[in-house]
């Protein structure tokens, strides 16, 4: 019973997990979680608590500070822009929360990273920077050449999901990298629902080099052709309009963060384009070879909006 209790939780903490993710930059107040997810706020607090190991106010902390660390290293604005952004309301408790979580001040943090690109500039072999050592999060390596990069426009996309949490539910050599979608294709065939087997997207909501891995969480997701109700462990998302920025990766699926940090931290900065408030995703192709799929390539993609239409927050 404790078992049928806890899916029925999860089941209806997972829209509440997307809705954050989806409104990260916005207030986030208990009480529309809990209406999202259907609960008394007290009985959501308690339920998510359960579910998560973490207090709702204590993962939004967490996950506005850990896009924090990603737009420092890829955004032109200021500390205190992204400090509001992330639902901060001075520089200082910004600062404080940011130096509690990663053991470094953002600005430092910042200057450390002009240093880094200077140095991946004149070097293209593995190299980790003395500022980021082991004990820190906070480590950027780059190996890889640089491949050409495209900027386009992604139409919306109905999508259902299966979410996976630690770097050993996708990387575990009993399974290939394939097997994650494998819960979709079955729901997928028992419902009739219209799919293809030739374009598989994944969101990639963190960053291995901050998040820890017990917490880093991918959505193998399935496009279909029209919004569905799911059930537990499947969920029902979708892909959001706009314009990104893409680039193609050809090595292993272990080696998908440099593309990321490629786009992010060599790219990004330089261009006339900002973040938008969406999660990285890849869009991966495969084929049909002797009765099996096997991968062709995959699309890395960063969701941007022009620098000119973003709206600038009041103090």
Known sequence: MRSVTTNKHKQSLLPVLVHIEEH?????????????????PHHFHRVFQ??????????????????????LKVSPDNVLQIALDAGFKTHETFTRAFLRQFDIHPSQFRNVLKEYRACADETMTEHAYEAFTPETPLTLRFNMQKEALRVEHIPAQHLIFIRYKGYENLLSDSQ????????????????????????LIGITHDDPYVSSEANIRFDACLPVSGPIAASYPIGYRQLQPGLCVARRHTGGMEEIAKTFAHIGVE?????QHCLRAAPPFEIHAYRQVNGRLERVHTDAYVPLEPIKTKAKRKP
Do not use: I, N
Request: aromatic content about 12%; proline content about 7%.
């Open 176 to 199: 290939s990298f394939l097997d994650l979608w494998t819960p979709l294709f079955e729901f997928a065939e028992q419902h009739g629902l219209e799919h293809s087997h030739d374009k």
């Open 267 to 271: 790219w990004l900065p330089d261009s």
């Open 50 to 71: 359960h579910v998560t190991g973490e207090a709702p106010k204590e993962y939004l902390r967490r996950l506005r500070l850990e896009r924090a660390v990603y737009r």
């Open 24 to 40: 990260l930059d916005e207030p986030l107040p208990l009480e529309q979680l809990a209406a999202v997810a259907g609960f008394s």
